[in-house]
């Protein structure tokens, strides 16, 4: 079983800077391949950002290429997203997602455990 927290969400101006958190519980967080999805109002969940168990390979969106960052610290069970450049389109709930598998995944349904999200608002 593993438990996700995200933190870090908040209002930022276009063209500033966020970075989320998510930390971990369980002892499979250090094998399992992890995600970032969002979901903007009135519209479905999206894949952002998912990285590799080992921390060596991470995809991204198109739309968040080259401005948003996944890591991850399996010392201290946490994931992050650094997320620069931001832009009014990329307010929505953050969500950070767990799978049993050790690879990356931009689909929904290879991820079993969820976290409750975290709202980012950017102003134009």
């Known amino acids: 079983q593993v438990q996700l927290v995200e933190s870090g969400g908040g209002l930022v101006q276009a063209g500033g800077s966020l970075r989320l958190s998510c930390a971990a519980s369980?002892?499979?967080?250090?094998?399992?391949?992890m995600g970032w999805f969002r979901q903007a109002p009135g519209k479905e969940r999206e894949f952002v950002a998912t990285i590799r168990w080992s921390g060596d390979t991470a995809y991204y969106a198109d739309s968040v290429k080259g401005r948003f960052t996944m890591s991850r610290d399996n010392a201290k069970n946490t994931v992050y997203l650094q997320m620069n450049g931001l832009k009014p389109e990329d307010t929505a709930v953050y969500y950070c997602a767990a799978t049993r598998l050790t690879g990356t995944f931009v689909s929904t349904t290879y991820y079993d455990y969820w976290g409750q999200g975290t709202l980012v608002t950017v102003s134009s």
């Open positions: 369980g002892r499979t967080f250090s094998t399992a391949g």
